[in-house]
Each structure stands twice: as C-alpha cells, then as structure tokens.
C-alpha cells in the first residue's frame, strides 16, 4: 500500500540514514545466533552514529510468529506473494531486535519502523507482541484513483519512458489496478517498460519529452496487473 515509499521518502525529507532489516533482506546472511547479534549490535551502532536513522523491518509481523505452520502459511500466502520464500527462519532476530532496543535512548536519534503487510494472520499473542512492541501504529490504505494515476505517469517518467500521451488509456488502467499497492504498480510499469521498450519509446519521444500516441499502450501494462 506504498508503506515502503512513504517511510523511505520521510526518511529523506529528514535526511535521516536508513539501513534495512527486513528478513528478506537478510535472509541466508548471518547464520548462527553470533551471527544474528552481530548483525544487530553492528547496525544500531552505525545507526547511531550517522544519527538521524531509520531502521526499517518489513514483513514485520513474521519476526514475532512463534508457531512453524502459521510462519510456513503466511510466507507462502497471496500477502507474500511477490516476494521470495525464506531460508532462514523471520523470528531469528526477534530476541536479539528487543535487546537493541531497550537499550535505545531517544537522544540517539534513531528509529525503528516496522512494514507489516498481515498483522491479522498472527495468532493472537503474537499480534499482541507485535503491536506491544511499537510505540505507534498508522495504516497505510489502498491508493486512491488520482494517487494511482500519478503512479503510473510518474513511475514512467522516472524510468525514462517520458509523459504519457494524451490519448493513451490511463483510466482504464487506473479503474482495474483499485486493490493494488503502489508498490504492485510500479513493480508493473517497471515489468513492462523493459529494456527494449524502453529504448524503442527514446526513438519515439516528441521535442517536449512526451511518448508519442501509438508508441505505448495500455495493454502492456494489463498484462502485467492481470
């Protein structure tokens, strides 16, 4: 729902340093209970020097699950569904993440902001140690039309694909992606605007930068949400 965005982008407007915990970030790195704990201890220590920093853990509700078969159904689940299996188990880290941060003072300047895609699929004391453990929780919803449509322009701009045409399809594709996260919609223009289109679309860019009518159409991006 474009948790990820919203947290790096304040993070920047802060100029905060952000350094990544999310299981799947590392995951198959650090092997071994010393292994875990220097990982920890290393990052908070950086952390802290290059103060302001964000620390961020996603899929942070799979650090607190306790029980193998509800870990195993949640990883494998549609919430995960874009993202690779884990090697290592997501909770290695738990005991080790809660030492760093009772030790946390606030004049260090760093914080920890968790992503949890499905806090519901936690059996009930572990959401309760889930949510327990933040200070402060914020639901990030679905992307409205209008937010949407500016995915979809901006995140084909960024990637040198330049503004889309007057004529090309946007609404149709602003109507059928309404239950995907920003980060699913970009991931689908990213998947679309590949190499070779791209290159084929620079051939085709008017004197302002804008892709011409019948350069792109919305179809390649239909394929990618469908």
Do not use: W
């Not at 948790?3 to 304040?10: D, P, Q, V």
């Not at 499905?118 to 453990?133: I, M, N, T």
């Not at 937010?147 to 004529?167: Q, S």
């Not at 059928?176 to 689908?188: H, P, Q």
């Amino acid at each position: 729902t474009g948790k990820s965005r919203l947290t790096t982008e304040a993070a920047r407007a802060a100029g905060a340093a952000v350094f990544d915990l999310g299981p799947r970030v590392i995951d198959g790195l650090y092997p071994g209970a010393k292994g875990v704990a220097s990982l920890l201890q290393m990052t908070f220590k950086v952390a802290k020097l290059c103060a302001p920093s964000v620390i961020v853990m996603d899929d942070a509700e799979a650090v607190f699950l306790t029980d193998k078969k509800k870990t195993k159904e949640l990883v494998e689940s549609g919430a995960h569904r874009d993202k690779a299996l884990c090697l290592d188990p997501p909770n290695r880290v738990k005991k080790e993440l809660i030492k760093e941060m009772k030790a946390l003072k606030k004049t260090d300047g760093v914080v920890l902001v968790g992503h949890a895609r499905a806090p519901y699929a936690c059996l009930k004391k572990d959401r309760k140690a889930l949510l327990s453990f933040f200070d402060a929780r914020v639901m990030t919803p679905t992307p409205n039309r209008a937010t949407r449509a500016a995915l979809f322009r901006e995140t084909t701009r960024a990637l040198g694909g330049g503004e889309l045409a007057r004529g090309f399809q946007l609404a149709e594709l602003v109507s059928v992606s309404g239950d995907y996260s920003a980060g699913a919609i970009e991931r689908a223009v990213t998947h679309a605007l590949s190499s070779r289109v791209l290159a084929k679309l620079k051939n085709d860019l008017d004197l302002d930068g804008n892709i011409s009518e019948n350069a792109l159409d919305a179809d390649a991006f239909l394929k990618q949400l469908a």
